[in-house]
């Protein structure tokens, strides 16, 4: 199929999204008006797209038709130069429209909980976890977005055992949802007295944040636990029964949060979060039926699977899944890790790219 066809099935499709968002019944239904509405804003960056695709390409046919028939030396030089610039533009635009075609991941737009958690290697594992917390916290304040704590347990010697927060912003879970896995980290720690390198691990999980009306939440199935918060903090904790604990009987999922003072607060952000991890059980459950089609493509659904390592004897960060290193682990573990995270989307883009091309 020809771009120009592609592009007015776009076309057509716009059209149709921009009738429907005015309807007072799709109005009414907020789950389809929000997935519309952000469907239309996609949408009509391509239709930008398509218009200087369509000059573009007119220019192209105007200027062959000049120089099949003109005989002046001048005019022929200058509808040639006019081909070769309009050549040239069209093939960039057709790339970047060929990417923009590639089917929109709809979590992609979500807020996500993450959950960070010290694997094997014991202290030494839950400082890590918690080098990972803010290696994650300052990245996501230079991106402008909010970090807001869940729950926390801290480990005996820094760090912590476990560690979930929420991450509210633009296209978070897009950007963050491929750094779901094991890391690992090899160095010597800092209670190794022979100056040994230990490999130590934690494992990350980037879950959607799930709106109220993607998962239908039946609280008859939800045992809520109050009890005193634990560990520092202010005058209320240990004397107020603020803390929340939620028993989800079917699945035996157990979620708890105390970061709040009010007891309130802390059932809102603990259904949320019991919200995200049955809405990622559904979504794991689609990406599974869907694998058989797309083999090649980094899965981000994988949570025991290896996905980096960070080697401080040598100062370099390997993320296995597409074979990079980078010798630059100090900006890297302190934030730095859009290199990491464009190099995965770049080869993920590819990869879909490939799949949509076949299809069509």
């Known amino acids: 199929m020809m771009l120009q066809e592609k592009l007015q099935i776009v076309k057509q499709r716009f059209d149709e999204v921009s009738d429907l968002i005015i309807q007072p019944d799709i109005i009414a239904d907020q789950k389809r008006y929000v997935a519309l509405n952000r469907e239309y804003k996609e949408l009509n960056a391509l239709m930008e797209k398509r218009a200087a695709y369509l000059s573009l390409f007119e220019n192209k046919n105007e200027a062959q038709e000049l120089i099949a028939e003109e005989k002046d030396p001048e005019m022929l030089a200058m509808a040639k130069e006019e081909l070769e610039e309009a ?30 958690r010290a694997g094997t290697g014991g202290d030494e594992a839950s ?27 801290e480990g005996t010697s820094g760090g912590f055992k476990e560690v979930i927060v929420e991450v509210s912003g633009e296209n978070v879970y897009g950007t963050l949802k491929f750094e779901s896995g094991v890391h690992r980290v090899q160095r010597v720690p800092q209670t190794e007295t022979q100056g040994r390198v230990h490999t130590s691990a934690a494992t990350v999980m980037v879950l959607p944040e799930a709106e109220e009306f993607d998962v239908e939440l039946d609280m008859t199935e939800v045992r809520i636990e109050r009890t005193t918060s634990t560990g520092p903090g202010g005058q209320s904790v240990n004397t107020t029964y603020s803390a929340i604990k939620l028993h989800h009987e079917p699945t035996g999922m157990i979620v708890s949060c105390q970061d709040q003072k009010s007891s309130h607060k802390n059932l809102e952000k603990a259904l949320k979060v019991l ?18 089609k797309r083999k090649s493509m980094v899965s981000s659904g994988d949570r025991s699977a290896k996905i980096r390592t960070y080697n401080y004897p040598q100062g370099r960060v390997t993320d296995h899944r597409i074979g990079l290193t980078l010798y630059d682990l100090q900006n890297i573990i302190n934030g730095d890790i859009q290199k990491l995270i464009d190099e995965m989307q770049l080869h993920q883009n590819t990869e879909k790219l490939k799949f949509t091309d076949e299809l069509l």
């Open 87 to 116: 050549s040239n533009k069209l093939a960039v635009l057709e790339e970047e429209i060929r990417y923009m075609l590639i089917p929109k991941d709809p979590e992609d737009t979500k807020n996500v909980m993450m959950e960070l």
């Open 275 to 292: 919200r995200s991890r049955l809405y990622d059980m559904e979504l794991a459950k689609k990406q599974a039926a869907d694998s058989e």
């Open 127 to 153: 400082i890590f976890a918690g080098d990972l917390y803010r290696m994650y916290t300052k990245y996501c304040e230079s991106k402008g977005w909010k970090v807001s704590v869940v729950d926390m347990s």
